[in-house]
């Protein structure tokens, strides 16, 4: 007898092994059109598979549930897959095809080894076989079989990587069976579920071409990687597809050129990023600002060398830990060798160490923007998201464990205030936690509860909602972290707060306390902006390169109508500089209307147009960046008002009062 248990806790029963398909026809017809797949215990499976008996909870899955998404994705990558096999020949290898359901362009992707390689143009192509795939309705089966006849089969495909994938499964699982789905010519190694048939694929489309190494390891062959999107609803993926424009829009690599922000070259390295003059500016002017703010907090700045001895991180257990993330060591005197350095925690941890400390000199607060190390496979490499060598905006404080909870505070509320000013004011609180099945994690597990049990205090304090994540927190402590959604929806990790018992363990570290006997210090890390070279490369996209004036490389530009006017546009521009305004004077002959297109693309927040009228009453016509023509003000009072607004770092408007209608 199978016994059949739905949501409403209604029952149906069977006398025999019963399809989920059938059970969602006897619900109801029109449930069993829409169905996706089902939830059989707790586990997604297919419409086709038998249920045996027993009693079991089940519920039918549709398209508005939202682990339909991830079948529907994945059924598309089969069938792109089969397209590109179908146009490509029986030479293409296909390897790995997962849906994605939480990346902000791509639904899913299929990596090929193939004999010739891909154009973007042959997308187009690609899909028009899908197209037909998805007109043919093939049925969808789940075919379970014999590791070593599974392995025969695909040999007899000419697929090896499909071999080596079942080898793994068996080493790894020692499974007994492995189960293969096929949809007309086409088989895949898949542990599905998938959509009955592929007449079921609505809405997709295929959106780019890269290169992925074979289990993402440098060593192994460079294969095509297919990324495509899809949705039950063609509205869907036209709102993405526009959303994906608007993301190439803002693109920060490409942005960075055009605003000669900053280059990677080639001739220097892979995720290097080389800060140009302008670039360097917003650098500056956030660090500067940042500075300021630490100083006002009470931390000492520090600067430490971008190497270390190995032990040093030996004993942190950055090293060997982090090994295959750093580069190669150097081996250099009588010592085991130098590390670039990943972290800057063990540099300052020696700072704390070189003197007795007492807690009356405690919280101790060293900050450095810190540049680090990390070998990131040249795949992973993106503009100033994913890079190799980069700065943190870094600090560790040291303090009592009493001390605790108000310096962790402390750290939220800058983290907070860095958010705010910058305008982005969309975020979410994550805290980091442990998983406590993993190994990755130094120190006692007391420690770790007490960590936590302190940041989820303090979380709650400051009155912040958040979510908890196992498996999230940093080797030796949790973590707070803060998720960013930038203005187009996606999702970035920004300012981090992590709270460590276990390093102070590590390097014996000490203080003496009132009752004159030694006690171990906590420490935190934390940095606000995460890494200003990946902040700024959010903040391009966010601000699609019309950064706020304050970070603007040019504030201003002065444009003469004519060379009539240069001498007075001179000593606007003199004046403006004096004033502590980057300004640019347009020397060339061209028309006014080129000159202000010309600073328009450049993304300038004010421009200053002089003319006759304003040579003689000494005033400038200002323009703003979207807002148009704001009308003649006079020279003093347009530098005081735009010296203002740089000041409030755009919490004040230059212009709203001198607005004229
Ligand atoms: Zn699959
Ligand atoms: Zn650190």
């Given at each position: 007898m199978v016994v059949i248990e739905l949501p409403d806790s209604s029952k149906l029963e069977f006398d025999a092994p019963v399809t989920a398909a059938a059970v969602a026809e006897k619900i109801s017809p029109r449930l069993a059109q829409a169905a996706v797949a089902a939830d059989l215990d707790g586990r997604l499976i297919d419409l086709s598979v038998a249920i045996g008996a027993g009693t079991h909870r089940f519920r039918v899955l549709t398209d508005?549930?939202?682990?339909s998404l991830e079948i529907l994705r994945h059924t598309t990558a089969h069938v792109m897959a089969q397209a590109v096999l179908r146009l490509y020949g029986q030479k293409v290898q296909y390897t790995i095809g997962p849906a994605l359901t939480d990346d902000f362009q791509y639904g899913f992707y299929y990596d090929f080894d193939l004999p010739e390689p891909l154009r973007a143009e042959d997308l187009e192509t690609i899909e028009q076989e899908m197209a037909r795939i998805v007109a043919e309705d093939l049925p969808i089966r789940r075919v379970e079989l014999p590791p070593d006849e599974a392995k025969a089969r695909f040999a007899k495909l000419g697929q090896d990587y499909k071999a080596e994938m079942i080898d793994d499964l068996v080493r790894a699982e020692s499974v007994e069976t492995v189960s293969l789905y096929e949809q007309g010519d086409f088989t895949d190694l898949c542990r599905g579920p998938h959509l009955?048939?592929?007449?079921?694929?609505?809405a997709f489309k295929l959106i780019s071409l890269a290169g992925a190494y074979w289990r993402g390891d440098e060593a192994n062959k460079m294969l095509t990687r297919v990324y495509g999107m899809a949705f039950f609803d063609k509205a869907q993926l036209a709102e993405h597809m526009e959303r994906v424009a608007e993301a190439r829009k803002r693109d920060h690599r490409i942005l960075g050129r055009q605003l000669g922000l900053f280059l990677i070259s080639d001739a220097v390295g892979p995720g290097l990023p080389l800060w140009l003059p302008k670039g360097t500016i917003i650098r500056m002017e956030l660090e500067g600002w940042l500075r300021s703010e630490l100083l006002q907090r009470g931390y000492q700045a520090v600067i430490t060398p971008h190497i270390g001895k190995i032990g040093l991180y030996r004993t942190s257990g950055h090293y060997p830990y982090y090994e295959h993330g750093l580069f190669p060591t150097m081996p250099i005197g009588d010592d085991d060798g130098y590390l670039l350095?990943?972290?800057?925690c063990p540099h300052h941890i020696q700072i704390y160490k070189a003197f007795q400390r007492?807690?009356?000199?405690?919280?101790i607060r060293l900050s450095e923007f810190g540049t680090v190390y990390r070998f990131e496979q040249s795949g992973e490499l993106?503009?100033?998201?994913?890079?190799r060598g980069f700065t943190q905006d870094d600090a560790h404080i040291f303090c009592t464990p009493e001390q605790l909870e108000a310096e962790i505070t402390s750290c939220v509320d800058l983290t907070q205030l860095v958010l705010k000013t910058l305008g982005l004011t969309d975020y979410r609180v994550r805290i980091g936690l442990r998983?406590?099945?993993?190994?990755k994690y130094i120190g006692e597990p007391a420690n770790w509860d007490r960590a936590e049990e302190n940041i989820r205090r303090v979380v709650r304090q400051v009155g912040l909602t958040y979510t908890e994540e196992p498996g999230e927190a940093a080797f030796y402590g949790p973590k707070i972290d803060f998720v960013v959604t930038d203005c187009i929806g996606r999702e970035w990790q920004l300012g981090t707060i992590q709270v460590d018992y276990n390093l102070p363990e590590r390097f014996e570290m000490e203080y003496t306390g009132a009752d004159n006997a030694p006690h171990r210090p906590v420490m935190i890390h934390r940095a606000p902006l995460g890494s200003p070279e990946r902040f700024i490369g959010i903040l391009i996209e966010h601000f699609a390169g019309a950064f706020p004036l304050w970070l603007s490389p040019v504030q201003v530009a002065i444009l003469p109508?004519?060379?009539?006017?240069d001498a007075y546009a001179n000593e606007v521009a003199d004046a403006a500089r004096a004033a502590g305004i980057r300004a640019e004077l347009?020397?060339?002959?061209?028309k006014i209307g080129a000159k202000i297109r010309r600073w328009t693309l450049e993304k300038v927040p004010y421009m200053l147009v002089v003319g006759q009228r304003e040579t003689d009453g000494r005033t400038v016509a200002v323009r703003e960046r979207q807002a148009g023509d704001l009308g003649a003000v006079p020279l003093e009072q347009a530098l005081e008002a735009l010296g203002r607004e740089i000041r409030s770092r755009g919490a004040e408007t230059a212009f709203a009062a001198e607005m004229t209608p």
């Open positions: 508005r549930d939202a682990q009955p048939s592929t007449g079921r694929v609505k350095k990943p972290m800057n007492s807690y009356r000199d405690l919280p993106s503009g100033l998201t994913r890079v998983d406590a099945a993993s190994d109508v004519s060379e009539r006017f347009d020397p060339t002959a061209d």
